[in-house]
């Protein structure tokens, strides 16, 4: 359940976020979603793909963190063993909502009050003892106020992506070290034929858009995968040992 209300200082005055629960509760998170003003701190740890959003069909650019759908290599322990996490993984329990009026100008900094971390006892207070702001919700805020920017840019990259039919399905058949295969299907990446075949008023749009960045960005860090099956294969050896 999810139980999403809007941050004041007067009802959360005394409210804290435990930061370790809210590693565990993502470490079944299997893709999660990214904005392109990630692309260039993410592209070395993680890969980056495209799925398509489970209600609405949309696609939606995403970080590869495991290759089930209830796993993520890159926390263990509630730990994350990356430099960066993706501002989606950061933002966690907090999210931008609606506040009165459902528009734009009445968008509020929301916590999911059913999420393990929140609480009163342990953790990090989201107001300081004067009753201001803490440094995590400023932070917090921060980082929703990327998310929330930099949505409808990465929408505008996907579709332009669409549109020249730049998409393209991406299977992962992957043998690991005790013989054992791991299947992914419903991903999607840069068709690179396809990419070679654009014309050069075309290309030329991609590059003013910047988007030959994002692209090119997206193919590289599917290198990454190698690194998640290292990941795979050193969990299936400690299981092994224990």
Same mark, same amino acid.
């Given at each position: 359940?999810?139980?999403?209300?809007?941050?004041?200082?007067?009802?959360?005055?005394?409210?804290?976020?435990?930061?370790?629960?809210?590693?565990?509760?993502?470490?079944?998170?299997?893709?999660? =979603? *990214?904005?392109?003003?990630?692309?260039?701190?993410?592209?070395?740890?993680? =890969?980056?793909?495209?799925?398509?959003?489970? #209600?609405?069909?949309?696609?939606?650019?995403?970080? /590869?963190?495991?290759?089930?759908?209830? #796993?993520?290599?890159?926390?263990?322990?509630? *730990?994350?063993?990356?430099?960066?996490?993706?501002?989606? !993984?950061?933002?966690?329990?907090?999210? /931008?909502?609606?506040?009165?009026?459902?528009?734009?100008? +009445?968008?509020? *900094?929301?916590?999911?009050?059913?999420? =393990?971390?929140?609480?009163? #006892?342990?953790?990090?207070?989201?107001?300081?003892?004067?009753?201001?702001?803490?440094? @995590? !919700?400023?932070?917090?805020?921060?980082?929703?106020?990327?998310?929330?920017?930099?949505? #409808?840019?990465?929408?505008?990259?996907?579709? +332009? !992506?669409?549109? @020249?039919?730049?998409?393209?399905?991406?299977?992962?058949?992957?043998?690991?070290?005790?013989?054992?295969?791991?299947?992914?299907?419903? /991903?999607?990446?840069?068709?690179?034929?396809?990419?070679?075949?654009?014309?050069?008023?075309? @290309?030329?749009?991609?590059?003013?858009?910047?988007? @030959?960045?994002?692209?090119?960005?997206?193919?590289?860090?599917?290198?990454?995968?190698?690194?998640?099956?290292?990941?795979?294969?050193?969990? /299936?050896?400690?299981?092994?040992?224990?």
């Amino acid at each position: 359940m999810t139980k999403l209300v809007a941050i004041n200082d007067v009802s959360h005055r005394n409210l804290k976020i435990d930061p370790d629960y809210c590693l565990v509760q993502q470490s079944n998170t299997q893709l999660i =979603p *990214v904005i392109v003003e990630e692309f260039r701190q993410l592209c070395g740890q993680y =890969p980056l793909v495209l799925a398509k959003n489970s #209600e609405s069909g949309n696609f939606i650019c995403a970080a /590869l963190m495991g290759f089930a759908e209830d #796993e993520n290599l890159f926390i263990d322990k509630g *730990v994350l063993n990356a430099i960066h996490a993706p501002l989606n !993984l950061s933002r966690q329990p907090f999210y /931008l909502g609606f506040g009165e009026g459902n528009d734009d100008s +009445h968008l509020s *900094v929301c916590v999911d009050m059913d999420h =393990p971390s929140v609480g009163q #006892e342990k953790g990090i207070g989201v107001f300081d003892e004067n009753g201001q702001q803490s440094q @995590l !919700l400023q932070n917090v805020s921060s980082i929703l106020a990327t998310l929330y920017q930099g949505d #409808e840019k990465t929408k505008e990259f996907i579709h +332009h !992506l669409a549109s @020249l039919e730049l998409i393209m399905p991406m299977r992962l058949s992957i043998t690991l070290d005790d013989n054992s295969r791991c299947e992914v299907n419903g /991903l999607y990446t840069i068709d690179e034929e396809a990419l070679k075949k654009i014309d050069t008023d075309q @290309l030329s749009i991609l590059h003013q858009k910047d988007y @030959l960045r994002f692209i090119y960005t997206m193919m590289a860090s599917l290198s990454q995968i190698q690194i998640m099956i290292h990941k795979k294969n050193q969990q /299936l050896k400690s299981v092994k040992v224990n």
